[in-house]
Structures are given as C-alpha cells and as structure tokens.
C-alpha cells in the first residue's frame, strides 16, 4: 500500500521484480508538459521529483535524458503514485523497448554500489529542501584550476538536455585560450559531484543607445554574457540562488543571457525571484522572439509536402532559374584540409552580403585568424558542416555551421547581394537541407539568431527572449535608463511610420 503521503492511483504488488537503485549521477524526465529529476530507478519503473509545477496523476509516456545518451528517449508508463505535495511520484514503465532496457541497466551498472534506494516517497520535504541548501559554487578560471575540473565538468555538460557546443568546456578553452582572463566559470557542487556549470565571459563593451539606425551617445559597460544560452543547473531556487550570490561578488555592471525561453524555469526565476529584483533591473528590448527549427523526420521529398502545392513550385522554379544562369554546385565542408579554401571564400561573399554592407556585420567582420582557429577545432572533432553554393563557378552563398550531439547549427550565413535576383541564399538553403536529411542527419537544424524568414521553413518554434539585467547601482541604472528610453522613442516611432505606410519607403532611401 502506497505511504500516508501518497494518493493511490493504481494497485501494484509491492513486490518488485527489479530493485530501484538511486540515482547519484543527474538526471531528467519529462513526465507530459512538466520537467522532473530522478532520484531512482529500475528496468520497470523510475522516481521522480518535480523541479517546478506540479506533477499531474495522468499521463501515457514519459522522456529519460540518461547520462551518456546523446537525446531523449520515450517510454511509454503510467503514474502507479503521487505524494500529497504532488511533487514527487512513482512511475511505472509499460513495455519498454529493449533499447531502453539496455540503457537503464548501462545507467544503474555505473552508479555507485550502495544499498538498494527506498522510494521517493520515504524522502521528506525537509531532507530535500536540505539537499538543496547543500549546493555549493566553485568559481574557476581558464587556469590551472580548470584542468583540474574539466574532465568532471564535461561528463555534467553532456548529461543535460539540448546541451549546445558554446558550453562545452573544450571550445570554451579553445575559444578564449588567448582571453582566458575574461572567462568565468560558477560550478555547482553537490558534495564532491559537480551538478550544474554555468560560463560566462566578463567584457567591456559599449551600450549604445539607438534611435532608428543612428548612434546618440553609448556607455563603456562591464557585461557578464551568459556562454552557451542556458544555464545547465537543476531547475531549483536554491541552485540558482546560490549561483546568483558568487555572482554578485564579481565587479560587472550588467549580465546579458542571449535566448532565454519563455516559459522555462529561467524566465520565470529572472521575472519573480525577489533576489534578481534587489539586485538587478530586468529588461528586454523587442519582448518574445520566435526561435525557428526544423525537425529531421521523415525525407526531403516528406518536409517539402509541408508547403502549398505553389510554394514547392514556386521553390523548384527558383534553383531551374539559377541553373539555367550555369552549373550549380553545392559543396560541403568538414575537413580541416579546406578550411583555408573555404574561409577566404565565404569571407568575400560575406564582404559582398547585404548585411555587411548597411550594417558591418557578419562573417566578414570577424577576425580570419580566430575563426580559421575555430573552424580547425571544429573539424579536428568531426563538428564542422559547412557548405559553399557555386553557380558556373562562381561562388554565390555560403552556410557556416556544425553539427554537435544531435543538432546542426547555422552559425554564419551570407549571400552575394549582386546575385540577388537568383534567391541564391533560398536556393542554398534547400539544397543544404536536402543533403542534411540525405546524409548523417541530425534531429534538428536551428537557425540560431532570430531572423523573420526562418519562420517560413520551419517545422517548429518557441519564443524567447534576449535580456539585460543592469545591476542596481548608480552608472548601470543611468545607462539602463537613457538605453530603455531610447529605445522606447525608436519603437514608437518606427510604428508611426509603418502605420502611414513610409518606413520601408525611408530605409530603403537612407540605405541606398
């Protein structure tokens, strides 16, 4: 019979055929829309504690992230109990596949060998409330330090879901291996086991505030930028608590986190948690952004369906187009043998973008040398997917972008502008895309920085967020303040343009 703090749902023997081993390593399950840490597990079943909402007593599947394993994995279950707090539960696996099973008895094999693990519902709210409180951070520089860690960090990084490689500590080494001063490493530690590492890289930069297109004034600003999008912790307050308070020791003047997703554990601790409003002013420029991804399932010929029977015409129309203009040739680079060919290249179709013209940015504004160091770490892994589209010879478009665990990742994208009548940047994505789903393909392809037509081939989406908290102190709040208030003028007045129907009328006479 379940304990007096449990709700009953369904009647099973109590008699288990496979004992549950806890679970020291970390861990997650999704459990329907909620996200959940286990705290052991069995081939037949797992225990689940709740990061955030409450768990709900029905659901037909749940996800594992095993440590190890590079994605999620399906399992279909039922909830067998759930405690009076409804943040912990019991949840008991129905047939699951003998992948999973190998995963799990690989998983349980190298936890460490201790009595077998009472249910979670034999924990009590003060013990885990204990366990959080036992977090502790180590602050570690790109020293001697980190080798000392990095081994433990890397094994912490890969256990999390949608890991990315701007927080991984080999390319964050690599990356900052001549500015190491500026990197800050926050481990989190649960007794001698690391459970959470969050990167940030400590530069000056200037804020400028921008009204339309044009530079009034800016401000020299110490900026915590958050390395890697999320921070890849428990979702607990207590864990982020403690990660914000070493924080708040270091002179900075501003944090920035790049994609913050609405919705998640993060956004909500950044817009309630009463420690960020003491210490910080939050604020975010453009409010929600759609982030655009296309999932890997099924064919090219399959992902093309999702369009309009005119659309795919209209598509097939464009590459006919460029091909009648010569021969078209899409070519993939991922040896480090043609870096140096295909970084000169992509940096003059970069010179010739629109994007570096009216704005300097892009590819072509980046030093060769840093990426050239780049590019070679990225190859020497087996990481880099880049890719060159050629039109009688004539390099057009290009793709910079790797593929990490099992997603690839547009990092770098430019089109010569003189061929802009050939849609060479539409025409290099589809091809890029078709060779994607044809050859090693990944779950998912993200366009990474918000762009509005991404939208359009994407097969998924979520909204996030790019956010500034500027520390409370006299010079952040007054820089913040002139920033937010330009801003807002800019704003306004952009939409009194759109709105009589002349803003893309005076962009287009200022820019050309």
Request: charged share 25%; with cysteine.
């Amino acid at each position: 019979m379940p304990g007096k703090n449990q709700i009953a749902l369904f009647r099973f023997s109590e008699r288990r055929s496979h004992p549950r081993r806890s679970v020291q390593s970390l861990s997650h399950v999704n459990i329907g829309a909620n996200r959940a840490v286990v705290s052991n597990i069995s081939e037949t079943g797992v225990g689940v504690h709740a990061v955030a909402s409450d768990i709900k007593p029905h659901v037909s599947s749940v996800a594992l992230f095993f440590p190890g394993c590079s994605d999620w994995v399906e399992i279909k279950g039922q909830i067998a109990w759930v405690s009076e707090s409804r943040r912990e539960a019991g949840i008991k696996f129905l047939h699951p596949p003998e992948a999973a099973r190998t995963w799990i008895k690989e998983w349980i094999s190298r936890e460490p060998s201790k009595d077998t693990a009472q249910d979670l519902s034999g924990i009590t709210q003060p013990q885990l409330r204990e366990s959080c409180q036992s977090y502790q951070i180590l602050e570690v520089r790109l020293d001697a330090e980190f080798n000392q860690v990095a081994k433990r960090w890397t094994e912490c990084h890969r256990q999390f879901p949608g890991h990315s490689l701007h927080g991984d500590p080999e390319w964050i080494e690599q990356r900052f291996q001549h500015e190491k001063d500026k990197v800050r490493i926050f481990l989190l530690e649960n007794g001698d086991q690391i459970v959470g590492a969050v990167p940030f890289v400590l530069d000056r930069e200037k804020l400028a505030c921008e009204l339309g297109e044009f530079a009034l004034l800016t401000f020299p600003m110490r900026v915590l930028r958050l390395q890697g999008h999320t921070l890849n912790m428990p979702d607990e307050q207590a864990a982020y608590d403690k990660l914000m308070g070493q924080i708040l020791r270091s002179d900075f003047d501003a944090i920035y986190i790049e994609q913050v997703k609405t919705g998640s554990f993060l956004s909500d601790y950044l817009r309630s948690r009463a420690l960020i409003r003491r210490a910080f002013h939050f604020y975010t420029k453009r409010g929600p952004l759609l982030h655009s991804l296309i999932r890997f399932d099924g064919t090219f010929d399959s992902y093309m369906k999702k369009f309009s029977a005119k659309t795919r015409k209209n598509r097939l129309r464009e590459i006919k187009t460029l091909r009648d203009r010569g021969q078209v040739d899409l070519l993939r680079v991922s040896q480090p043998c043609e870096i140096d060919a295909f970084l000169e290249t992509a940096r003059e179709i970069s010179q010739r973008s629109w994007q570096f013209k009216h704005f300097g940015g892009g590819l072509a504004a980046r030093d060769p040398n840093v990426v050239r160091r780049e590019l070679r770490f990225l190859a020497e892994r087996g990481w880099l997917r880049s890719y060159v589209l050629k039109c009688d010879g004539v390099p057009c478009s290009f793709i910079l972008g790797h593929q990490y665990g099992s997603t690839f990742c547009a990092e770098s994208v430019g089109a010569d502008h003189a061929w802009r009548r050939y849609c060479v940047g539409t025409v290099a994505l589809l091809l890029v895309l078709e060779n994607l789903f044809n050859e090693n393909p990944p779950k998912l392809y993200d366009f990474g920085t918000p762009v509005k037509f991404q939208e359009y081939f994407a097969t998924e989406s979520y909204t996030e967020e790019r956010v500034w908290l500027f520390r409370r102190q006299v010079y952040p709040l007054l820089a913040s303040c002139i920033y937010r208030s330009c801003n807002a003028v800019s704003m306004s007045a952009g939409m009194i343009l759109e709105r009589f129907g002349v803003k893309a009328k005076l962009k287009r006479l200022l820019w050309y």
